[in-house]
């Protein structure tokens, strides 16, 4: 993939800014001017502050330290910066629409699993990809044949690739350089390198096999076992998460363990009332941070509400999560159809509530756990057609309070404020991570 994020995307960027082999942009109009293309690096630098360090190393700014943006920043860029920070900044939009086909086509290249009709897809979408290239930028005058690089006529061939070889992700460079840096450690010689590697590879695979053959992955492990971090508190009813310090030291006020009593009602369909006085002996603690432990790659988030945060922090309060909502809740005689959406919020507070005996309120026959997360939703704007099968959002302003059981909180999400002020989400989840219901828990 360095075809794309070393050549192609700077090579954009170049003709945007008119530095392309000293081109002009002849008939067309795709030069950015120097003061937007200033101002969208200078966005892509502060962007770094609103998306999580789980997304990636920050950007630099793009038109001032261009020789330290590397391969994997400008991927990051193009996905999911480019799409928000150049919308509206051309003087047409057929520039800005040709540039987001690209990142559509490049979503579908990068998929975890991928079907015969989107290779098709592929194929057909990249020849019209860069038919509408040469008609803009080459427009068929042979003094501009330098805008048709090799590298243009390679896309040419991305799709016949993949059916080949299978998706990207098995053989594209990134994985292929972060092997070759796993093996280092195994050259012991510097006069044999090649036979220190052929034993470090052979031995590493025997071990591998004896795992999996007699199911030893663990004592064999040559890792240390994960610890969970000094503080922190785990529960067996809830076994994807663990909350993290700090933790308050006060009890939550009394509007917010009212918020908790009509959660807990919802839930339980226990009367507010009676839950209210029942959490009067309950342990009801605020935590600073919740980590997912399903997975490897589970993210940490951060409350914005406990907590001193370092000067040159990252947002990490910002996440998706996913509600039943009843179709029907604005029909009083229709029955209720559940489906399951997605929402985004900011985090603003992470509750463990713990009652030591039975409630009859909540309908519970000993000691019980609820761990709660507070989320300020943001009030999506309708849809960018412009972007559509992007998975981006805009909002422009915060909505509701929910308050929600923490195991609907799905993942971490980034901000980046277009030239509009109003803010995009970046999702880089993609529906592989998401929830699904189907249908028969409602809990």
């Known amino acids: 993939m360095h075809l794309i994020w070393e050549n192609l995307v700077k090579n954009l960027t170049l003709l945007w800014t008119g530095e392309f082999k000293k081109l002009d942009e002849g008939s067309e109009e795709y030069e950015l001017g120097k003061g937007v293309w200033e101002a969208v690096a200078a966005s892509t630098s502060a962007a770094s502050d609103t998306i999580p360090s789980a997304y990636g190393s920050r950007i630099p ?32 939009p057929k520039y800005y629409r040709h540039f987001v086909q690209l990142v559509r086509l490049l979503n579908l290249c990068m998929q975890f699993e991928i079907t015969d009709e989107e290779i098709e897809t592929l194929r057909t979408g990249f020849i019209a990809w860069v038919e509408e290239y040469e008609r803009i930028y080459f427009q068929y005058d042979v003094s501009r044949m330098g805008v048709c690089p090799l590298t243009i006529h390679a896309l040419l061939h991305i799709a016949a690739g993949i059916k080949f070889c299978g998706p990207v992700w098995c053989y594209w460079a990134f994985p292929m350089e972060r092997f070759c840096g796993s093996i280092q450690p195994g050259i012991r010689s510097r006069r044999f390198p090649w036979a220190s590697i052929d034993r470090y590879l052979v031995e590493v695979a025997q071990l591998t096999q004896i795992k999996t ?33 700090p933790k308050s030291p006060n009890r939550p006020n009394t509007n917010a363990i009212r918020s908790i009593a009509i959660a807990l009602s919802t839930r339980t369909g226990g009367k507010i009332g009676s839950i209210t006085k029942a959490l009067k002996d309950a342990v009801i603690e605020e935590w600073g941070k919740v980590r997912r432990i399903d997975s490897e790659a589970g993210d940490t988030m951060r409350s914005c509400s406990v907590g001193i945060l370092a000067e040159d922090s990252r947002d990490a309060t910002y996440v998706r999560y996913e509600m039943l909502v009843d179709q029907n809740a604005l029909y009083r005689n229709r029955e ?70 923490i195991t609907t909180v799905q993942s971490l999400v980034g901000r980046v404020k277009d030239v509009s002020n109003e803010w995009a989400i970046i999702d880089r989840s993609g529906v592989l991570a998401r929830a699904e219901w189907d249908g028969e828990n409602d809990t």
């Open 213 to 245: 053959v007699y199911n030893v992955a663990l004592e064999l492990s040559l890792t240390a076992p994960a610890i969970d971090p000094q503080g922190s508190f785990s529960d067996p009813d809830y076994p994807t998460c663990i909350l993290l310090p």
């Open 61 to 92: 700014n793009i038109a001032k330290d261009r020789p330290n943006v590397s391969a994997e920043m400008w991927s990051f860029w193009t996905l999911y910066l480019g799409p928000v920070l150049l919308r509206r900044r051309f003087k047409r």
């Open 336 to 405: 209720e159809d559940f489906q399951l959406e997605t929402f985004y919020g900011q985090l603003e507070h992470i509750y463990r509530i713990h009652l030591s005996d039975a409630c009859r309120a909540l309908d519970t026959d000993g000691a019980t756990t609820y761990i709660l997360a507070a989320i300020r939703t943001c009030v999506l704007e309708p849809e960018d057609r412009d972007l559509a099968g992007l998975d981006v959002h805009f909002y422009s302003r915060a909505g509701a309070l929910d308050v929600i059981d």
